[in-house]
């Protein structure tokens, strides 16, 4: 599905607001209920608006405490790869987990409550079979935050 001006609009507008109602939306892009409606059916069911989130201000649930973990593995074959999946996926401290190229095999981006969560959640992490090394820092601030790519026309 190519995108037109219209269609980026709704996306950028339910970028800022996923929860902005049809006639809001309809306003905002100049177009009919109806119009908008199909517009959004198609957005849908092409794939191309994945899904509508909530996300969750971290100091709300009492997690203070962001860091990217660099993991590096022994090999990224067979058993350590299962299981490090495995952890992550039932660790809802790691919010990300990339696979990536250069010197570390994984980036874990993790949002926890303070150090002591952190050094226990970075223990497990390191007894994993076939961990070799992990690097772990601290983020500071955030400069830019985007959930999601700019939507271009024509695409």
């Known amino acids: 599905m190519s995108l037109d001006s219209i269609d980026v609009k709704i996306l950028e507008v339910l970028q800022n607001n996923a929860r902005v109602s049809i006639s809001d939306l309809s306003k905002q892009v100049n177009l009919s209920l109806s119009a908008v409606s199909e517009r959004l059916r198609k957005l849908e069911n092409s794939n191309i608006i994945e899904q509508y989130t909530t996300i969750i201000k971290p100091s709300a649930m009492e997690k203070e405490l962001s860091v ?74 955030s400069s830019k935050k985007r959930y999601s790519v700019v939507p271009i026309a024509g695409k």
Not at 99 to 108: F, Q, V
């Open 68 to 141: 990217l973990m660099l993991v590096s593995l022994e090999n990224t074959t067979g058993s350590t790869v299962k299981e490090l999946q495995a952890f992550v996926d039932n660790a809802d401290e790691i919010l990300e987990c990339h696979h990536i190229t250069g010197e570390y095999d994984y980036a874990l981006k993790i949002t926890t409550k303070n150090t002591e969560t952190l050094e226990k959640l970075m223990s497990s992490i390191k007894s994993i079979n076939g961990v070799r090394h992990c690097q772990t820092n601290v983020i500071l601030s």
